[in-house]
C-alpha cells in the first residue's frame, strides 16, 4: 500500500527519471524495444482488472453512440 | 488536435516537414499510457480505455483523411496490421483482464488495485525509457539546426497544453461531464499515439518529420504524468 502510494505521488519523477535515463542510450534501454507491445498490453490488462464490466460497457456505448452521430452527420452533410 | 496542430505549424512558420511532423501527431489516437495516467489521476478509466479503442480502431480512416485535408498529402495506412495491433494491445488484454477479475469476483480488491498500479508504472516507465533511447540518436543523425528545435519544443508544449485545455473545458462547459470524465478526456486528448505517428513519419514523408513525434512521445509522458499528479494531489487534498 505505501509503495503504491509512493509511485502514484512521484510518478512524474518516476517517469521523468525513467526518460532521462534512456538519453544515455544503454544496450539494455535499446534491447528491451521489441517488447513495447507486450509492456503495453501488460498495462492495459492491469488496468483492466481494476475496471467493472458494467462500467466499461456504459463508456462504449457512449462512445460508440457520439461517433456515430458525428459521422452520420457528415454523411448527412455530404449527401 | 489536428487543427491545433496546423494552426502552431502556421503560426510559427515552421518548416513544411517539421509541420507535417506535428499534424500526424496532431492526427493519431490516444496514447495508451493515458490510461495509466488517468488511473493516477482518479478519472474515469473506463471511458479512457474506451476512448483509446474506439480511436485507434477508426484511425486507418481518420489519420488519411486529416492528413489529406490539411497537409494535401495521402497516407495509406497498414488498417490491418493496425487492427491486429490495436486487438493485441487493447482489446485482448481488457477481456482477458475483465474475466479474471469475474473469476476472482471481487476477492483481495485493495490487493489488486495495489498490484495493477505498481505493475502499471512499471512498465510505463519503462516503455518511455526505451522509446527515448532508440530515438535520441535520430536528434544528431537528422541534422537540425538549435533555433529550430528551441521553436518546435515551443510549438509541441503549446500544441499540448492547449490539447489539455480545451478538451478539459469543452468537456466541462459544452458537455457538463463530471470532473472524473472531464480528467479522462483531457488527458486522452493531450497524450497522443506519438509511437504510431513516428512509424507513419518514416514510412511515408522525409525522414526530418519524424522529429516532432519523437519530441512528442517524451513531452507527453512528462506532462501527462505532472497533470495525473497534480490531479492526485488535489484530490488528496479536498
Known sequence: MLMKNLCEKYFFLIVSFFALLGCLQWNFSKSIFPFVEIMLAIVIFSMALTLELKTLKKALVIITAYFLGFFANIFLCLY | ?238
Not at chain 2, 161 to 188: C, D, H, P, R, V
Open chain 2, 1 to 238: 488536435m489536428p487543427l491545433l496542430a496546423f494552426l502552431i505549424s502556421w503560426l510559427f512558420n515552421l518548416s513544411s516537414d517539421l509541420a507535417i511532423g506535428m499534424l500526424l501527431v496532431g492526427s493519431c489516437p490516444g496514447g495508451t499510457v493515458s490510461n495509466v495516467m488517468t488511473y493516477i489521476a482518479r478519472g474515469d478509466l473506463a471511458l479512457s480505455i474506451s476512448m483509446t479503442f474506439i480511436s485507434t480502431m477508426i484511425a486507418p480512416v481518420m489519420i488519411p483523411s486529416l492528413m489529406y485535408l490539411y497537409a494535401h498529402q495521402w497516407v495509406r495506412i497498414d488498417t490491418f496490421g493496425l487492427l491486429v495491433s490495436t486487438a493485441k494491445v487493447v482489446l485482448l488484454p481488457i477481456i482477458v483482464g475483465l474475466i479474471i477479475k469475474k473469476i476472482l469476483k471481487g476477492k483481495s480488491h485493495t490487493h489488486i488495485h495495489n498490484y495493477a498500479s505498481l505493475i502499471s508504472i512499471l512498465f510505463v516507465s519503462l516503455i518511455i525509457h526505451t522509446m527515448v533511447a532508440v530515438n535520441f540518436q535520430k536528434f544528431f543523425d537528422y541534422k537540425i539546426s538549435q533555433s529550430q528545435l528551441i521553436v518546435l519544443f515551443l510549438a509541441i508544449i503549446i500544441h499540448n497544453a492547449l490539447g489539455y485545455i480545451l478538451s478539459y473545458y469543452t468537456a466541462k462547459k459544452l458537455f457538463k461531464n463530471k470532473l472524473e470524465q472531464n480528467k479522462a478526456i483531457s488527458i486522452e486528448v493531450g497524450v497522443q499515439n506519438s509511437g504510431l505517428a513516428s512509424i507513419l513519419a518514416i514510412q511515408f514523408f522525409n525522414p526530418i518529420s519524424v522529429i516532432p513525434a519523437i519530441l512528442c512521445a517524451s513531452w507527453h509522458s512528462i506532462s501527462g504524468s505532472a497533470l495525473a499528479n497534480v490531479w492526485n494531489k488535489k484530490l488528496i487534498h479536498s
